[in-house]
């Protein structure tokens, strides 16, 4: 299969689009847009950065499968894993963004079927946030109840931020 990289434009979209979610809900100023920008790009990075090293495997990042966009994917033997990262800064998630995540990893496969691919797909859906204890558990439980009805195999992991740029940022 040959792997295509996601476009700039696809790529600045979906970074804006993130970006606009958390600027309403945190109901920010101009002056702090800029620090969220750095801080998301950043969380991102590090958050693949992690998954990259607990699973010891390359990562290809901002990868297309059949016109669909995936912040990375991870090749392990038979398994395609796609990756989509968030940063949440609430202890909920809109059933509206879990359905595109889904709809996504669907596209895909209905990608590698049309191609005569057998592929074994799978969703690794990365959350970075930086919600205390009793926001992170909601965040579960909720995330639970919203991926339950669906026919693909996801993985859910929570990352904390600050968790993230001790190990990675900091001496």
């Given at each position: 299969?040959?792997?295509?990289t996601s476009s700039t434009d696809s790529q600045r979209r979906k970074l804006n689009d993130n970006l606009r979610e958390i600027i309403a809900a945190l109901k920010l100023s101009d002056v702090?847009?800029?620090?969220l920008f750095s801080a998301y790009v950043v969380a991102e990075d590090l958050a693949l950065r992690q998954i990259q090293q607990?699973?010891?495997?390359?990562?290809?990042?901002?990868q297309n499968i059949g016109g669909t966009d995936f912040d990375a994917i991870l090749l392990r033997q038979d398994i395609i894993t796609c990756i989509e990262v968030a940063f949440l800064v609430a202890p909920d998630i809109a059933q509206a963004k879990i359905n595109e995540i889904l709809n996504k990893i669907?596209?895909?496969?209905?990608t590698f079927e049309r191609l005569g691919k057998?592929?074994?797909?799978?969703?690794?859906?990365?959350?970075?946030t930086q919600l205390d204890e009793t926001g992170a558990a909601?965040?579960?439980?909720?995330l639970v109840e919203k991926f339950s009805a669906t026919s693909v195999d996801v993985d859910i992991r929570l990352f904390d931020f600050e968790d993230l740029q001790k190990i990675y940022t900091m001496d």
């Open positions: 299969f040959g792997w295509k702090q847009i800029d620090d607990e699973t010891r495997e390359n990562l290809l990042r901002h669907l596209s895909a496969k209905k057998d592929a074994n797909l799978r969703l690794l859906f990365v959350l970075i909601r965040l579960r439980q909720s």
